[in-house]
């Protein structure tokens, strides 16, 4: 019988966008040279929605290659990860998203498939000086699921933190959920939001031979955020989640809670006509996770690790039709009840080459350090229609 790893399924369920995309999209998305205000950015977002003014059509085909080495096991996935975002009726939007890929490793078999599609509508209208976005979301389970034991080995080992997989689960059952962004200005330079959102997890089977369903347990999320902008082509923003999870349950009997989290966020952005400068730091602390009891009592593990990171990137317009990013990062992931303490930095660069209007050619290659070391590369497709 396959030995089902709930910590393994738990940590790579679908998750809806946080507050800060979605401020980011409403305020700070048309940075540039010359004057801004965080108040002209609000105002601005919302009358977009409110017009006839034409939105692209956005579509992202990007297949990569990715090796990773860890205590003398090596791991590799090839995939293919498709983003599509359409705008339509002036304030509406929907966004779909799917892969396919293969993964194995050394002494392990070959997992390969299609990962859940997962699809999202948002709705966007001014309020005051501000503006809320109301989003929807589902998870369609097309994915592979009801795994072999040798495949959900692979799925297991795929799901740790400190792997960057692209696609890091496959099939993990229907799901949806809900949320609510509002943001507004308070003064010239600072605009404030917050956001909340409720995701429902349905059951399914995650390997072959599971005779009673797993079902994981709902999921909330609460998150504030501010911008503040620091000069006419800068920025700083944070903001401030908290993530509450349900109670996991196999045949309806609770087996795993993973336990709440609190996650922090800070950006600094400049940007002028020629260059971008992002560097983003994140940290995020998580409780103890509840398993069931040997001995009459529950058992509480470190299961999923508290982790932290700082990602910078510059970008530099070379031509009309060229530009060239380069991205540096580090980060890492405190013990847990399954591994040691990860450090790990990497090394990045990525040219784009626009081809005709509105098409980019992306090739992208990525180096690994430290406690396990990696390669990635591949070359993307990006489109606006």
Known sequence: MCRLHLPAIR???????????AVGLLLWGAVGSGTFSARGQARTSAANALTSRERPVRIRLQPTYQRFEDEGRTLTQWSVPVVAVVPFLERWQVSIRGSGASATGDNLTTLSGLSDVRAALSYTWPVGDGSIIASASI?????????????FDVARLLSRNFYPFRVPSFG????AGTGVTWAVPVTESVVVGIGGLFRYHGSYSPTVDQ???YDPGEEGRLTGGIDIRLSPASALSADVSYFLYGTDTVGGVDRFNVGNQISVRLQYLRKTERYTIRVVGRYQQREKSTLPPRTGADRTLQVLPAQGGVRGRYRIQLTDRVDLQVSAAGRWYEETSSFERKTLGTAGVEPRLEIVEGVVVVPSAEYTMGSITGIEGGIGLRARL
């Open 211 to 213: 005779q009673a369903e």
């Open 11 to 21: 940590q790579h369920l679908p998750a809806s966008r946080t507050l800060i995309v």
């Open 172 to 175: 993990q059952g229907l799901g």
């Open 139 to 151: 998870n369609a389970p097309v994915g592979k699921k009801e795994l072999t034991q040798g495949e």
